[in-house]
């Protein structure tokens, strides 16, 4: 077995560990769950989650082909990549946020799954044609794109983002699209790239609070940059919406809460979505508090109540969940009173 930098560097095809480095199989390597292992831990014994944390195990018909599609084309989604609780739900409804530029990001937020490394600039040449197929075959009338983030790139990968948009909107012309982005550094360029290429809803994520940003977030997010993002994507293009996203559950305060939502609401942002963090292993920052669905409720007020076209929340609600319920005003179909306490 190989080392690199003294941590041993197994073949993807190994049984990778969580937090071990592999060789992906366009020849760079990757650390499996983003966040090498800090260990060893002392045994603990498992958390205890509160009942309405509880998701059905995905499992179905509608999930079985949604899997399939996806590996036929070659195609990564974040509900795979990030771990998501609510993935048997939205697979069995036939929908499916594809993640572009790969399964490797750049970055190692501490609240992230996604595996992390330098993929020194691979991208997959057929990836718009193939989520267009996808989007085809699935005969989706909206459709999420997300992506890691691409700091090896000139651009981010912008342009290819733009080209993944254009290839869906000429195979899909009555599908809408959404697009939750990175942050492209702050570049506003890059962002007008995403921007003009004809989505309708422009998605980046402020995540955490700002006392909590760092190190929540890698040292290259910033609580600020997203706010910039943001802003400037709803002042580039007319009848544009957007969109972020604030995980509770790590230590911030109600105050806080209430600042976020006010600085997310000065950058004119139109739907904000909030739901639990959940620790994805135990090289990632622990939960500090579980949120109950009532308490998810006042927060929904507290928003709604500032000015936001709608805000998604409940404890399992994640940044594209039921995306394409957002406008129906209605916390998209999820009553929070209805879940065990």
Known sequence: MAELKGIPLVAETARTRSGEKYLTPHGFTAIRDG?????????????????????PAPTGAGYRAVRALVRE????????????PNIGECWNAGTATLMLMGAVCTRACRFCAV??????????????????????LMKLRYVVLTSVDRDDLA?????????????IKRRNPHTAVEALTPDF??????????????????????????????????????????LGVLAYARQRRTGLLTKSSL????????GEIDETLADLRAARVDIVTLGQYLRPTLNHLPVERFVSPQEFDRYR??????????????PLVRSSYRAERALARNNAGLDNRKLST
Not at 74 to 81: I, P
Not at 155 to 161: F, I, Q, V
Not at 248 to 253: I, Q, R
């Open 155 to 167: 651009d981010g990968g912008a342009a290819h983002y733009a080209a993944c948009v254009a290839a």
């Open 115 to 136: 595996d992390t490394g330098n993929p020194h600039g691979w991208l997959d040449s057929e990836e718009p044609e193939n989520a267009a197929r996808t989007v085809e």
């Open 301 to 314: 007020e507290r928003a709604l109540a500032r000015g936001f076209l709608e805000c998604v929340a409940g």
């Open 247 to 254: 995980m509770l559950g790590l230590g911030e305060s109600d």
């Open 35 to 55: 966040i090498k292992a800090r260990g060893p831990f002392p045994p603990a014994p498992p958390a205890r989650k509160p009942p309405w944390l509880k998701a």
């Open 185 to 226: 550094r702050g570049a506003l360029a890059d962002v007008a790239t995403v921007v003009d290429s004809g989505v309708e809803v422009f998605a980046q994520n402020i995540e955490a609070v700002r006392r909590l940003t760092h190190p929540v977030r890698d040292p290259r997010a910033g609580y600020e940059q997203t």
């Open 73 to 84: 084309h070659r195609l990564a989604t974040v509900c795979e990549e990030a771990k998501c």
